[in-house]
């Protein structure tokens, strides 16, 4: 088992934890290593050594975005996913912000979700450019109908979205396959549309939408 990958699960749904219980016996690649029912719970988790932590969006004590965002705080290199019923954009958008690898739907396909598991744990992405990319525009363009928000381009949205991330303009620039003069010029524009004068207004005004969609429904 030394070469196994450690994982942990932290779900309140007995059925879930015990579904992929199962599946890990299955297969000698993964290792269960510890589990949980509530936020309280999974803090007290050892993840020392632990490759991956599979977290519920919703836990009886909260969701699955705070107890992501404390085990992260204490350990910033660990790998963590969202286990959602469905796909959801802002449940996405919320877990790259969280620092999550990406969000997993317990109606997967055993191939597929084993697959994302082995990724995951160790330390890729589950989330294409383009998923991202869709969620965070979506987001920004839905959330409140703030009138601001509708007048952007798509561009502008997008660039606004990874400002709430805290992003850098070198880090936008890269992402978007844009030189940094051209980032400069996109927010210039942006903020005048948003009707502010610094970049900080805007990047406090994205991360405060972020904020309110946190809470699940």
């Known amino acids: 088992?030394?070469?196994?990958?450690?994982?942990?699960v932290i779900d309140g749904q007995i059925l879930t934890r015990r579904g992929l219980r199962d599946l890990f016996g299955d297969y000698p690649l993964f290792e269960l290593v510890g589990e949980a029912d509530t936020i309280a719970?999974?803090?007290?988790?050892?993840?020392?050594?632990?490759?991956?932590?599979i977290i519920a969006a919703k836990l009886p004590d909260g969701n699955?975005?705070?107890?992501?965002?404390?085990?992260?705080?204490?350990?910033?290199k660990l790998n963590v996913v969202l286990l959602g019923s469905r796909f959801d954009d802002v449940m996405l958008t919320s877990a790259i912000d969280t620092g999550m690898r990406g969000l997993l739907i317990k109606s997967m396909p055993e191939s597929e979700l084993v697959e994302s598991l082995s990724r995951a744990a160790r330390g890729v992405s589950l989330v294409s450019k383009e998923q991202r990319d869709r969620a965070s525009i979506r987001q920004l363009r839905h959330l409140d109908n703030d009138v601001r928000v509708e007048s952007l381009s798509p561009q502008e949205a997008k660039i606004l979205a990874f400002i709430g991330e805290g992003m850098s303009n070198?880090?936008?620039?890269?992402?978007?396959?844009?030189?940094?003069?051209?980032?400069?010029?996109?927010?210039?524009?942006?903020?005048?549309?948003?009707?502010?004068?610094r970049r900080t207004e805007a990047a406090l005004f994205a991360y405060s939408r972020y904020r309110n969609m946190r809470d699940l429904d």
């Not at 719970?41 to 932590?53: I, K, P, S, Y």
């Not at 699955?64 to 404390?70: I, Q, Y």
């Not at 070198?170 to 524009?189: D, G, P, Q, R, V």
């Open 170 to 197: 070198k880090e936008i620039a890269a992402e978007m396959f844009l030189a940094e003069k051209t980032i400069k010029n996109y927010i210039t524009k942006m903020l005048s549309k948003l009707g502010f004068t």
């Open 41 to 53: 719970e999974g803090l007290q988790l050892n993840t020392r050594g632990l490759d991956l932590a």
């Open 64 to 76: 699955g975005f705070e107890l992501a965002r404390r085990l992260l705080d204490a350990r910033p």
């Open 1 to 8: 088992m030394s070469n196994s990958l450690r994982i942990a």
